[in-house]
């Protein structure tokens, strides 16, 4: 009788000693009916739980640590409304390939299509939004959903998986001798190119008279540093980083030619395209932002991107690293000798561009000030910067500005919007990236970066920074708007003689919002910068505090802008 005793479990252990076998640190969420417990039976087997103050930014949170550490974290909430809340993090996740574990609780299973409390049919619902979304037959199968669950969050293109747990599962008692017991998730296999579509690819690689490598973020996923740095060190050629997959090689490298990104992509006669996707970030590979004629040698993990958009003359599917590693034996078997010329015509055009596109943001940096613009306070605080630092940058202006102000130099140290655009992910993955550096690199800094408006989709995500003592940096760039911001004058003048519902300009925001006085309400350390010298002085605090997070509210023109552009940033026929 004391062995069957000894032997009874529930099924919120159940649950948690499932993730834990599968190597799940983390879990983000808000706790509330039925899954209080459930987050306290997971701490007690060794799992993290970040309480944070909104669903969407949990999530945000818990796919940013799947993209940094290669492996999910899970994003716990109620049901229904919580649910509800997480699925734009569940399609950014999907959009930008990282794995996440999403799990909800449910009324119990007897109540189903009572009226229950919060009832949704949450399998269904988050079909659209995951790869695999489930429901466990019973507390003693839910090791086989979990196990399932996480491989199929990674293998494939990686993404969210759904997992539903009725509240009555929770508690259920269950003879743990019973329960089915599933094995760690297998490593993604590694899957090499074709030999001879890989010499194709060397042969016209070596032939082209403008080329040009693009580096995508799933080279970074694919931890495939190394290798593109061997390829590029050895073949000299310039690259083009976008915008996460900067720092697998540093930006201050001499065969960066991000500050020509338009003409590199204009006038390139290859581009070998490693792990990037030609969709609206690289204007589809069209006329008129590429030549019309330029040969495409596309490497990447998933075969549904192959020749999509553009038919590629080389295509080249498998694991980032080992088809780039493939690319580098072939080079030194059969053209151990080639290195592109920094005397060709093509380096001189990119190097005249670069020049002139120096000279442009020079003139805007150089700008007098208060008020300060983007380019000037971002410099300041590039030039202040920690080159190890976690960078997280989110706002329209503020974010695009800073993908050529702000610096990168190794790789998964920068978080954005990423593929899809999306405002509101600043603070949860900061957050994340803190957590991170805490528990792998506690040296290191993390650095978030937001629009004023940016930082109003999650602003109160400052306090779970304040409550787990991340020693964050956030800088709000104020301009008193969405891109264009209202002058206060303006905005006094229209609230006093007229209705604001019929005048204010939609983009406007209240004007100067003390956005440092918001994380002191919380115990963090909040500063004030309206001229450089304050920046500059302001952000040097910033970097002393380790034990708190801070913030410094950046004052600038509300009708600061970008500099001159060739192209529209969005490819449109309108």
């Known amino acids: ?38 987050a306290a039976i997971a701490q007690a087997n060794g799992i993290k739980y970040i309480g944070m103050r909104n669903e969407q930014a949990a999530c945000y949170a818990a796919s940013a640590l799947g993209y940094l550490t290669k492996k999910p974290a899970v994003c716990l909430t109620v049901p229904g409304p919580g649910l509800l809340h997480v699925f734009g993090g569940m399609q950014n996740a999907n959009e930008n390939g990282w794995p996440l574990i999403v799990i909800s609780g449910s009324m119990d299973v007897d109540q189903e299509a009572m009226g229950a409390f919060q009832e949704l049919n949450q399998v269904t619902a988050t079909k659209p939004y995951a790869k695999f979304s489930a429901r466990p037959s019973s507390v003693r199968r839910i090791p086989f959903y979990v196990e399932k669950a996480v491989r199929t969050s990674l293998y494939g293109r990686p993404g969210a998986c759904y997992i539903d747990l009725p509240a009555d599962f929770i ?8 329960i089915d017991i599933s094995r760690p998730c297998l490593e993604v296999p590694r899957i090499l190119a074709c030999p001879g579509q890989v010499q194709k690819a060397v042969d016209i690689l070596c032939a082209a008279q403008r080329p040009l490598v693009i580096i995508g973020k799933g080279a970074a996923y694919g931890r495939a540093e190394k290798t593109i740095a061997d390829l590029l060190n050895r073949t000299k050629l310039p690259f083009l980083p976008t915008p996460m997959g900067k720092g697998l090689l540093p930006d201050d490298h001499d065969q960066s030619v991000a500050p020509a990104r338009s003409r590199a992509l204009k006038e390139a006669d290859v581009i070998l395209l490693l792990a990037a996707r030609l969709n609206w970030m690289l204007h589809f590979g069209k006329p008129p932002r590429f030549n019309p004629n330029v040969k495409i040698i596309q490497v990447d993990s998933f075969p549904e991107e192959i020749h999509n958009n553009i038919t590629a003359s ?68 590039d030039q202040l910067l920690p080159r190890d630092c976690l960078i997280v940058t989110e706002g329209s202006n503020t974010m695009d500005i800073a993908r050529t102000m702000i610096r990168s130099f190794l790789p998964r140290h920068r978080l954005d919007a990423g593929t899809y655009g999306t405002m509101g992910v600043g603070c949860g993955f900061a957050i994340a990236a803190a957590l991170w550096s805490r528990d792998h690199h506690p040296e290191k800094r993390v650095v978030c970066i937001q629009g004023d408006s940016a930082f109003g989709f999650s602003g109160m995500e400052v306090e779970t920074a304040c409550r787990y003592g991340l020693p964050i940096v956030f800088v709000v760039i104020n301009n008193n708007g969405i891109a264009l911001g209202v002058e206060k004058e303006e905005y006094d003048y229209v609230k006093s003689e007229d209705d604001l519902r019929l005048s204010l300009r939609p983009t406007g925001l209240t004007p100067n919002s003390k ?60």
């Open 515 to 574: 956005y440092d006085q918001v994380i002191e309400a919380f115990g963090g350390k909040g500063y004030l910068a309206k001229t450089r010298e304050e920046l500059r002085n302001c952000f040097r605090l910033c970097l002393k505090e380790t034990e708190r997070p801070s913030l410094v509210n950046v004052i600038i023109s509300p009708s600061a802008g970008k500099k001159p552009q060739e192209f529209f940033w969005l490819t449109s026929k309108v």
């Open 314 to 381: 080389v295509a080249l599917q498998g694991d980032i690293d080992s088809v780039v590693g493939q690319i580098n034996s072939d080079l030194a078997r059969r053209h151990s000798s080639y290195a592109f010329s920094r005397n060709s015509d093509w380096w001189k055009s990119l190097q005249k561009k670069i020049d002139e596109n120096s000279t442009a943001t020079k003139e805007l940096v150089a700008e007098s000030s208060p008020p300060m613009n983007y380019y000037n306070s971002l410099y300041e605080i």
């Open 171 to 178: 508690k259920q008692k269950v003879d743990s001798r019973k």
């Open 1 to 38: 009788m004391g062995d069957e005793k000894d032997s009874v479990t529930i099924g919120g252990a159940v649950l948690a000693q499932a993730l834990k076998a599968q190597g799940v640190e983390y879990i983000f969420g808000i706790v509330g009916v039925p899954v209080i417990e459930f």
